[in-house]
């Protein structure tokens, strides 16, 4: 089947600190791979996606790179500020489905 | 360009009642979905349609019913609310599968 799986939180970091979310993966076929992040009391905004293996996807300082042998796409950022304090998915979708497919988030809280 | 705008944005409902959630995007997106997001549960897939006129079970369509209207809106019915069906709820909206979903801001319901 398909299936993301998350890093569980939550993430407590200092401002400045270097980020890493990890992110994993099952599914058939090729799938494309996205994070998404949620402020609280709003909806999910895409963050960034790559559609092929070896793509890296990269927004606001975020980068994650889609690594099929590990079937990985982890969200990693290197300077973390109070404003990134957010909860962030993972999700994926086959090339040939309809279906999106989310982790289960991870609550990151940057303190100053 | 308002993307996806859902409807209501809060909900109080008693357990029985009926209600339709609804669901508009201005961005003339193929797919849309709906989805249910619980504490501890990420989101979880309830219904989506992939085109206008095709609806399609997703995760945990019990106790719901859907309408593909036309392109722009697809709205989300509660026949019988349950409190279990206490969640936040959120519409999305994609071009296709490479391109990530456009979710909407959500709406609390919860029933008592």
């Known amino acids: 089947g398909n299936s993301v799986t998350q890093m569980e939180g939550p993430v407590t970091l200092s401002e400045e600190a270097f980020l890493t979310i990890n992110c994993t993966y099952t599914a058939t076929g090729y799938p494309s791979l996205f994070w998404y992040v949620q402020y609280p009391g709003e909806g999910l905004q895409l963050l960034l996606k790559?559609?092929?293996?070896?793509d890296k996807g990269s927004n606001k300082g975020f980068e994650a790179t889609y690594r099929k042998e590990t079937t990985s796409f982890h969200l990693e950022k290197g300077s973390v500020q109070v404003s990134d304090s957010a909860v962030y998915f993972c999700?994926?979708?086959?090339?040939?489905?309809?279906?999106?497919?989310f982790g289960t988030g991870t609550s990151l809280t940057v303190i100053p | 360009n308002a993307g996806v705008t859902q409807t209501p944005k809060f909900q109080v409902l008693k357990t029985g009642q009926s209600m339709t959630l609804q669901c508009a995007q201005d961005?003339?997106?193929?797919?849309m979905y709906w989805y249910r997001q619980d504490p501890g549960m990420g989101l979880r897939l309830i219904y989506y349609?992939?085109?206008?006129?095709?609806?399609d079970k997703g995760e945990v369509p019990n106790g719901y019913n859907v309408s593909r209207l036309n392109k722009r809106e697809f709205s989300l019915r509660l026949e019988s609310a349950a409190p279990s069906q206490t969640s936040v709820y959120f519409c999305?909206?994609?071009?296709?599968?490479?391109?990530?979903?456009?979710f909407g801001q959500g709406t609390r319901l919860t029933v008592v």
């Open positions: 999305a909206a994609t071009l296709g599968q490479g391109m990530g979903a456009f």
């Open positions: 999700a994926l979708i086959r090339n040939t489905g309809n279906q999106f497919y």
């Open positions: 790559a559609t092929k293996a070896d």
């Open positions: 961005m003339n997106h193929n797919s």
């Open positions: 349609s992939a085109s206008e006129g095709t609806t």
